[in-house]
């Protein structure tokens, strides 16, 4: 990442390879409080231009999207605007589907059954819970099954070492996971306000599923922090705050331009700190 000074501002510039080294200026020069854009332009595919008022943090960012980035960045709204219905067909069989990518050999007695509990939904009826975070946080979970399926194995029955003396609720968590992954890349706004955003919405234009795949990331971080800490049920938010400090850190870092870059992807691949996480072998 490079900062070239425009006068009152600086814009980063985030190179989508290692080898290349093209930096744009913003085309701005004014002086005013409220700064904005000029001609955006581009650098292969990635961001175009990112200006920010230079106070030591990162305070105002204003961001050209290429035609990629708005067309992926208006889907995933539309996702996340989408809430858990329990009278959609195409929602029981996400539902079923979940079921049945968790506990491949058990048949799912109803979709409102005790069976639920097992796998960490707080009653009866998992629809109940799907309202912090809609439809986008079942499909969270569904991509997560399916995609890294020894990983989710592993964190949903806590194998590979004794469980915790506090163990957290599997698909609760899960749920609360999306909800701070849409807080954290600020997403429910019409004009990004964070840095982070911006980093987002150029990995997004390489890969339309990086949503789906940072919340996997965010989940083995998140289950990692919780066996570190030895955590409690009422440390749970804590545990979560630090789960985002730790993707935003990595998300900065210089040379990971995708979510395979971030180096807590690798916990993905291999789950082996359950076996060596102290107090659970």
């Given at each position: ?11 980063p510039?985030?190179?989508?390879s290692p ?12 002086s ?34 290429t ?30 589907a ?11 007695q109803?979709?409102v059954?005790d ?8 009653g ?6 799907f ?13 997560f ?17 004794k ?25 429910d ?10 980093v ?41 705050k ?25 916990l ?14």
């Amino acid at each position: 990442m490079s900062l070239v000074n425009t006068h009152r501002s600086c814009a980063p510039i985030r190179s989508l390879s290692p080898a290349s080294s093209s930096i744009s200026r913003c085309a701005h020069t004014s002086s005013a409080d409220h700064v904005t854009c000029g001609t955006p332009i581009w650098i292969g595919k990635g961001i175009t231009c990112i200006c920010f008022k230079r106070k030591g943090t990162f305070e105002r960012v204003c961001i050209n999207l290429t035609p990629v980035q708005e067309d992926r960045l208006r889907r995933l709204k539309q996702r996340m605007k989408v809430y858990f219905d329990g009278s959609r067909i195409d929602h029981q069989e996400a539902l079923r589907a979940l079921w049945y990518a968790a506990y491949p050999d058990q048949e799912l007695q109803a979709l409102v059954s005790d069976q639920w509990k097992e796998m960490g939904w707080q009653g009866r009826d998992p629809s109940t819970d799907f309202r912090g975070a809609g439809f986008i946080s079942l499909e969270n979970l569904l991509f997560f099954a399916k995609t890294f399926s020894t990983s989710f194995q592993r964190l949903l029955r806590k194998q590979g070492g004794k469980p915790a003396v506090w163990e957290y609720p599997f698909a609760v968590a899960g749920v609360n996971i999306t909800f701070m992954l849409m807080q954290m890349l600020d997403l429910d706004v019409s004009k990004p306000r964070t840095f982070i955003r911006s980093v987002f919405l150029q990995m997004l234009s390489e890969n339309e599923w990086a949503f789906d795949l940072l919340y996997c990331v965010a989940f083995v971080v998140m289950d990692k922090q919780w066996l570190e800490r030895n955590a409690t049920y009422m440390e749970f938010n804590d545990v979560l705050k630090s789960t985002r400090a730790q993707l935003e850190k990595e998300l900065l870092m210089e040379d990971v331009l995708r979510i395979e870059d971030m180096p807590s992807y690798n916990l993905l691949l291999t789950l082996d700190y359950r076996w060596r996480t102290k107090g659970r072998i």
